[in-house]
Each structure stands twice: as structure tokens, then as C-alpha cells.
Nanobody
Framework: QVQLVESGGGLVQAGGSLRLSCAAS????????MGWFRQAPGKEREFIAG????????EYSDSVKGRFTISRDNAKNTVYLQMNSLKPEDTAVYYC?????????????????????WGQGTQVTVSA
């Protein structure tokens, strides 16, 4: 079992920045590809960023590309999401998720049902 705990959410003005963290316990994250998803009220959970288990590949949705950066520190068992130039439409609950991965430098996990473990989410609210 992997337990994931997100932190770093909050209220920020448009144009501001936040850094989300996802800390894992139970097992080492080095065996898992990681993803960040978000869910706004009345909308489906959507993929926004992912990273291969060795950190060599990162992927982003078009909505956040160029503004958000995913990274990981396997020694700290933590994954990060740096969010810059935030917009009101970024307001959502943000979730991290872990997917057991056989290959170190592969990432093709864009759907929520591909993931094995989820955190409880952290709220991000961007005011206009």
C-alpha cells in the first residue's frame, strides 16, 4: 500500500504561484510513475501532469503546459507540482496519484482509472 498526502494548496490571486507537494509513505515512490489530476465542481477529474518513475519523461495537458512543472525527489519520496501564472480556471481540487510502472523511462498514463493509489486532494482557489 502507498499512502499519498498532498499539501500546498490555498487561495492565490490570478498571476500568482503555488507549489504542491505529494508525500508518500508505505512504499518507495521510485517504483511508480506519478500523475497530478484536478477536479473542478461539476467537472470530471482531468489529467494535468505526469512524470516517469525515473523523472526522465514529463507530460502536461495543453491547459497547463508552459505554466506548471512536475518534478520528483525519489530520495524524499515526494512529487511536486510548481504552478505559475495561475488563472481563475485553475481553481479545483488537485490530486496526486501513483501508478506502478515496469519501465523507468516511460509515461503513458493519462487516465484516472490507470492509477493504483490516490491522495485525498488539496484545494487550489485562484481569485480574479
Amino acid at each position: 500500500q502507498v499512502q499519498l498526502v498532498e499539501s500546498g494548496g490555498g487561495l492565490v490571486q490570478a498571476g500568482g504561484s503555488l507549489r504542491l507537494s505529494c508525500a508518500a509513505s508505505g512504499r518507495t515512490l521510485s517504483s511508480y510513475a506519478m500523475g497530478w489530476f484536478r477536479q473542478a465542481p461539476g467537472k470530471e477529474r482531468e489529467f494535468i501532469a505526469g512524470i516517469s518513475k525515473n523523472g526522465g519523461i514529463t507530460e502536461y495537458s495543453d491547459s497547463v503546459k508552459g505554466r506548471f512543472t512536475i518534478s520528483r525527489d525519489n530520495a524524499k519520496n515526494t512529487v511536486y507540482l510548481q504552478m505559475n501564472s495561475l488563472k481563475p480556471e485553475d481553481t479545483a481540487v488537485y490530486y496526486c496519484a501513483a501508478k506502478f510502472a515496469y519501465y523507468a523511462n516511460q509515461y503513458d498514463y493519462y487516465y484516472a482509472n490507470q492509477y493504483d493509489y490516490w491522495g485525498q486532494g488539496t484545494q487550489v482557489t485562484v481569485s480574479a
